[in-house]
């Protein structure tokens, strides 16, 4: 079935670091990448849609200069948290949507990453 | 108002029990609709597509009630391993679409 590799799982840090994270469709193309982040007790937020070769479309108050996004093939997109601080502490998660459209699936998600600044 | 909305339990319910979940949506133009379930700092996995003619899966039962803007999930002979949050998703049309999760409703079947 379709797989959806996200890195790194695990991130600490401490506040001013920026971390990218990487997301990658192992089986098949994803033209376009979705990126959420989850905070506790609380639902999967959409931050952003990363369409590849072009910019990504932002969800209304995710600041796009803080959170970077590229998706420069059909396999990978990355999210940038530039300059992060404590109150960027969550759950990021992405998902591909295959382009073929093969899935029964909506959007295949990666494994998710658990970001902590200290 | 949010547009997915979910009663966020936690659901205590012993093993063999039937338990039911709901969730409304507040966007008459919603198209397609699932359940996922999400483990403890897991992702959110598929659990079933929900259509208005009822499917069901196994112990898995959803339903969905267009006019009424409502989606349920039956779970019979509740298992340990069942326990996980249930997550109501909902999408708009279009290959753009992009999926609105409510904030779940957490499941903890015991002994």
């Known amino acids: 079935g379709a797989v959806v590799s996200q890195h790194p799982s695990r991130v600490i840090c401490k506040s001013g670091t920026s971390v990218k994270i990487e997301c990658r469709s192992l089986?098949?193309?994803?033209?376009?990448m979705f990126w959420y982040r989850q905070f506790p007790k609380q639902s999967l937020m959409l931050m952003a849609t990363s369409n590849e070769g072009s910019k990504a479309t932002y969800e209304q108050g995710v600041e796009k200069d803080k959170f970077l996004i590229n998706h420069a093939s059909l396999t990978l997109s990355t999210l940038t948290v530039t300059s992060a601080h404590p109150e960027d502490s969550s759950f990021y998660i992405c998902?591909?949507?295959?382009?073929?459209?093969?899935?029964?699936?909506?959007?295949?998600f990666g494994d998710g990453t658990r970001l902590s600044i200290l | 108002r949010k547009e997915v909305e979910q009663d966020p339990g936690p659901f205590n319910v012993p093993e063999g029990a039937t338990v039911a979940f709901n969730c409304t949506y507040s966007?008459?133009?919603?198209?397609?609709f699932f359940w996922y379930r999400q483990d403890c700092r897991k992702e959110p996995k598929l659990l079933m597509s929900v259509y208005s003619s009822g499917n069901e899966d196994g112990r898995f039962t959803a339903q969905l009630n267009r006019a009424s803007q409502y989606i349920s999930l039956l779970i019979r002979d509740s298992k340990l391993s069942d326990s996980a949050t249930y997550l109501c998703v909902v999408t708009t049309s279009g290959t753009a679409s992009k999926l609105t999760f409510g904030t779940g409703t957490r499941l903890q079947v015991t002994l």
């Open positions: 998902s591909a949507r295959d382009r073929a459209g093969h899935s029964n699936q909506p959007q295949h």
């Open positions: 089986d098949f193309q994803a033209t376009t």
């Open positions: 966007n008459s133009a919603s198209q397609s």
